[in-house]
């Protein structure tokens, strides 16, 4: 087990070697074809990159003769602050790249690659003629199945739900594949999801990153960061990846995979003998507490820590002391934690050593995870009422509706879906045949459908298994706006250039498919035909926004992103939002679940002797899943595909550098290129997921969908135990 110790270079250094923040400058060094006419006069516009990511950047697009030239960060963003992550300076070769798909195409047959351009009128013809003439058959629109996810977080891509909901009852694939089980756990502790303002993290004396890989994930905090590390803030990474971030700790700790709970207990235990408890504020406000501790007397030792996460009892101590005694000290939970079966547990355990110390509710401080508290939104682009007389599916309460399936087991539970069955697929800002586990399941289920539609910009593994793909705008070609899941601020997307080739968005394409279906059957649609996307915008704020960014119109966002008015420091009004109202560490809601109501440990998933390799495939530096790395810059950057391997396990299985390694399970197999390194433990191997250009590779060949302990409560479903998949190696 790996503990190493760095000493910290100093900001400036540590974030141009590790944090890879680029500057436009830097990256016209690398690629001279980036640098637009420096004296010609660029028309500039304010966009939000609207990715699945933290950062949810603040950007300037800059554009010449209707022309996108350049993509640079908004200095008036005060987290992002004038930078883009590599991937947002690509930005020009997404819009521009000649693999965009630029009309309505059709396949024929399915998956052969045959692929022919039609109108936009026959995509629509030919999709409302199937929903009616499903609805004729079955009765219902309830064969007809919609997933959608994080391809494009703006809040108008909601219309895509908006469609659905407009034509009647239909299934939908409800839950999230991200971050459920932690937003369980810290619900149930909580009440909500909502953490301290990350530039909040300057004020703190200690931090704590746990499974959290910011360096590559959230490169825009490393500056804060650094800030408070330049006031001597010590930095401890916990990851069983020796990781960019971890590379750049004081102290990096290699824990056993699923054993965080094992390493906070212990933490705790020592908090507890050494009398570091922050009584007055855990009795004062939360519930449960003494009997958690009576649990930590009874059933928790230094050494049966240690032995269960591999790190030595010296240092569980020392972070342990460390912890306890900076005051205020700041963790910071990341999701790649919580892709176990007892995520969500581990989670509620790092909760609970917050508490303990006196570290929630506190500037510098938090358990910080997540929030949605800038989400307020009123989704009207989603909530047009079902045509009268749409039969839907009795739910528990008996009233009708529509019929939730699980996204985390989205091909089994398709499939298994029989009264009636799902014969039509609707798919916008979802790539399940990338991202979803089990994909020769999710290829069998796709290949079982009567039609399947998919929404997108690039021919994808997805689009590859549809009928019929429309393509979909980009954010610098329409209107829209984005608040992030981590940071405060809320920023507007203008249109910069006019919609590339014959693409639109996806409320467009709702008011389309509304147009047909009426024309063939009035009534058939309840979805609005026409709207500009600035009326959709005016109906999706209100007051309660507006006050929260201290605006009074949303196109005030023209001049300026807005940071919402709230406290640095989540839960400092003391005010939870569980049952009680107090931080439940006894949690009735937990129990009633079929968890421990108390934070107590669960134990973790073992390997099976015949795949006694665990294979972890977090998230890509280069990629934000499948979207940019299978553009020209990064296939520049990072061309293909690797996996991780320790030089032991290597050696083991013959396996040298660069030779081709099969990684395989009962499920399926890939092979990838070996590359030798001791960043990864002996019985682990990393490969990240992403979607290379021209490339098979697909790690979720090998992912079993098997769920992660929570997520049920606050999202629908339970979450996916990605990281707890386990395969067998050869030489191939
Ligand atoms: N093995 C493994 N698998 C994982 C994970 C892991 O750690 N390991 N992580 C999981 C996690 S955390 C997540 S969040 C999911 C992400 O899963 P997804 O949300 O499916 O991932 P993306 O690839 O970001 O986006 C999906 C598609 O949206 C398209 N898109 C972009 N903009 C628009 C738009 O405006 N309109 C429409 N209609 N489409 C658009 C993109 O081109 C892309 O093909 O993956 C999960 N999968
Ligand atoms: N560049 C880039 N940025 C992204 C994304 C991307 O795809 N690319 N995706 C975005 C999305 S949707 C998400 S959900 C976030 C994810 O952001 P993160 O949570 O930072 O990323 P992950 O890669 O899922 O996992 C983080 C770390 O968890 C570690 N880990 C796995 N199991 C365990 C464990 O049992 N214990 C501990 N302590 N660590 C463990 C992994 O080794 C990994 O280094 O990033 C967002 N930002
Ligand atoms: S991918 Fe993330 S870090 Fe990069 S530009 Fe987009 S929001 Fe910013
Ligand atoms: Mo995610």
Known sequence: MKISRRKFIGATAATAAGASLFSFEMLTK????????????????????????????????????????????????????????????????????????????????????????????????????????????????????????????????????????????????????????????????????????????????????????????????????????????????????????ASKADLYIQIKPSTDGALALGMARYILDNNWVDWDYARANSVGFDEWI??????????????????????????????????PASMWVGYGLQRHTNGGQNVRIIDALGVMTGNVGKSGGGVNYGHLETWGFNYNAMSYPAPKGSKGFAGPDGKEGDRNINMNNFAQDVMAQQDPPVKMLWLACRNPGSQDPDTTAIEKMF????????????????VQMSDIVLPTTTHFENTDVNASYWHYWVGI?????????????????????SQKMNALEPGSCTFPTKGTPEEWLSKEFNPGIYEFLEISRWQELIDSPRKAKMPPASWSDGKFRTPSQKIEIHSDSA?????????????????PANYPIRLITPHPQHALHSQFQNLDWMMTANPEPILEIHPQLAAQYGISEGNKVKVFNDLGSIILKAHLTRTTPPDVIVSYESWYKNSNYNVNYTVKAIPSDMGKQATGNDGLAFHDNFVMIQKA
């Open 30 to 245: 690398l690629n001279p074809a980036a640098a637009a006419d420096p004296n010609a006069e660029f028309q500039q516009f304010r966009n939000v990159c609207p990715r699945n990511c933290y950062d949810t950047c603040g950007q300037i697009s800059f554009v010449q003769n209707g022309i996108l030239k350049k993509v640079e960060g908004d200095p008036k963003h005060g987290y992002t602050n004038g930078k883009l992550c590599l991937k947002g300076y690509t930005y020009t070769r997404r819009i521009y790249s000649p693999d965009r798909i630029k009309y309505p195409m059709k396949q024929t047959p399915r998956g052969s690659g045959n692929w022919t351009r039609i109108s936009w009128d026959e995509a629509m013809e030919t999709i409302a003629k199937k929903i009616l003439d499903l609805k004729k058959r079955y009765g219902s629109t309830l064969p007809i199945c919609f997933d959608k996810y994080s391809g494009n977080f703006g809040i108008l891509h909601y219309g895509a739900d908006g469609t659905m909901s407009s034509i009647g009852y239909t299934t939908r694939a409800l839950g999230t594949p991200c971050w459920p089980a932690g937003i369980d756990a810290q619900t149930y502790d909580f009440g909500t999801l909502y953490s301290n303002d990350p530039e909040d993290m300057v004020n703190a004396n200690y931090l704590i990153l746990w499974g959290q890989n910011a360096a590559w994930t959230a490169v825009h905090s490393i500056p804060f960061i650094n800030k408070a590390r330049e006031r001597g803030t010590k930095l401890v990474v916990i990851d069983p990846i020796e990781t960019s971030t």
């Open 294 to 327: 009576d649990y930590l007397r009874n059933n928790v030792t230094l050494d049966w820590a240690a032995e269960k996460t591999g790190v030595p009892a010296d240092i569980i101590r020392e972070i342990a002391r460390e912890y306890a005694t900076a005051k």
């Open 447 to 462: 290949n079982s459908m009567e039609l399947v539609v998919t929404v997108d910009s690039f021919f994808n593994k997805t």
């Open 493 to 513: 997307n203008q249109m910069a250039i006019k919609p590339m080739y014959e693409s639109k968005n996806d409320i467009e394409i709702a008011m389309l498919l």
């Open 591 to 607: 129990e009633k679940n079929g968890l421990p109501p108390l934070p107590i440990w669960v134990e973790e998933m073992k390997a």
